[in-house]
């Protein structure tokens, strides 16, 4: 317990601790290790309070607040767990499976634990029809932890079509529970705007200016919206096309190597395949950002055509070789070029699509082994 040291002071489930001004209920319970669900609060951006999950009781006050958006009060007394808060939350996880098709079988199967979940629903031979966010979905997750397992309302009828015309991003207005997440990370995080509310009321919807494809818009695939979204509204193009299967997927955290920033990223490794790709979020310097190519260029590396070993040129055609043959060669042909013409002869262009460490040995080799300052960077081109 935080020892009172002034006079911002708010009590949460019975333990006192200290705030400053400003700070939200939610933040001041995530600083103290007192775990508040959350669905449409997204770290580092304006809170909207849209989902109504992450409600908790504060003694006094005339209804539930949402704690992602209340700030903290002096003497302030918060209950996060009461029986009042426990019934909201199941409240407004059944609406949201309501809302949309959310078919993770969570409302099918009477489970008592995540994992007699996962058993059951392995057995389950409807796999084809199964959510692509199926076992990654914040949603699902909830409804587990909340034991929410049937919904009384009637499922809300889809009202747009599936968009399915771009390389990276499936977009299944079916499964959207708009909660916004997505338009806060293209426009408060990734600064994009190229996505906001349209419409009113049952037909809202994500659009994009003049509710365009996302091919047509000012989308740069990024895909920070894609990271997001806590349902399967939005899936990587890969997932949507991929057989549905329960099995476990692992998470290999890598530098991404397409440049030298050096952003963090884990890779979703599934059957020893690489399913897809985020950032790592609360890590420098991405922070969970990432490009279109560090979030989707990644078919290369299990792609048939994949080049493997060096190639020769022969008389206009490439042959295999080994990779101490291809050095030799490279090695006696530049040797020869310095010898007879010397090392200004020779010139080097580097590249922003290797590392800062690759670049760096890049012209250490090219001033210290070859002997020359002729070194260049593609970015300058
Ligand atoms: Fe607070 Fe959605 S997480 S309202």
Not at 70 to 99: C, F, H, Q
Not at 277 to 286: A, F, K, L
Request: proline share 4%.
């Amino acid at each position: 317990m935080e020892k009172a040291a002034s006079d911002n002071i708010v009590v949460i489930d019975g333990h006192e601790f200290t705030f400053t001004p400003g700070e939200t209920i939610l933040q001041v319970a995530q600083r103290n290790g007192i775990d508040i669900p959350t669905l449409c609060y997204l770290k580092g951006a304006p809170h909207t309070g849209a989902c109504r999950i992450c409600v908790v009781e504060v003694e006094g006050a005339r209804a539930l607040v949402a704690s992602c958006a209340a700030p903290a009060g002096n003497k302030m007394v918060v209950r996060t767990e009461s029986p009042a808060v426990l019934k909201a939350r199941r409240l407004n996880i059944e609406l949201l499976l309501a809302s949309g098709h959310h078919n993770c079988l969570v409302q099918e199967l009477n489970m008592d634990s995540w994992t007699d979940f996962q058993l059951k629903s392995m057995e389950a031979e409807e796999h084809q029809d199964l959510c692509p966010a199926y076992g990654d979905c914040r949603l699902q997750d909830l409804a587990v932890r909340y034991q929410v397992k049937t919904t009384r309302f009637e499922p809300s009828e889809p009202r747009h079509p599936i968009e399915n015309v771009n390389p990276f991003i499936v977009r299944d207005f079916s499964r959207c529970v708009m909660c916004g997440r997505c338009v806060q990370a293209c426009n408060d995080v990734q600064v994009n705007r190229a996505i906001s509310y349209g419409y009113r009321g049952i037909a809202s919807k994500i659009v994009t200016a003049g509710d365009r494809p996302y091919i047509q818009s000012d989308c740069v695939f990024c895909g920070e919206c894609l990271q997001a979204c806590p349902v399967g509204a939005l899936v990587s193009k890969e997932d949507f096309q991929r057989e549905r299967t329960t099995g476990e997927v692992k998470k290999v955290r890598t530098t991404c190597a397409y440049c030298g920033v050096g952003c963090q990223l884990y890779l979703h490794v599934k059957d020893n395949k690489i399913r897809k790709i985020t950032g790592v979020e609360d890590v420098g310097p991405n922070y969970g950002s990432l490009c279109v190519k560090g979030r989707f260029g990644y078919d290369f590396i299990h792609h048939p055509d994949r080049l493997k070993k060096p190639l020769i040129r022969e008389n206009g055609d490439f042959r295999e070789a080994s990779w101490d043959e291809a050095l030799n060669l490279i090695t006696d042909k530049l040797s020869r070029i310095k010898d007879q013409q010397g090392p200004d002869a020779i010139g080097v262009l580097s590249s922003a699509r290797i590392t800062n460490e690759e670049n760096y040995l890049a012209q250490k080799w090219t001033r210290a082994v070859i002997g020359t300052n002729s070194i260049d960077h593609c970015a300058r081109l």
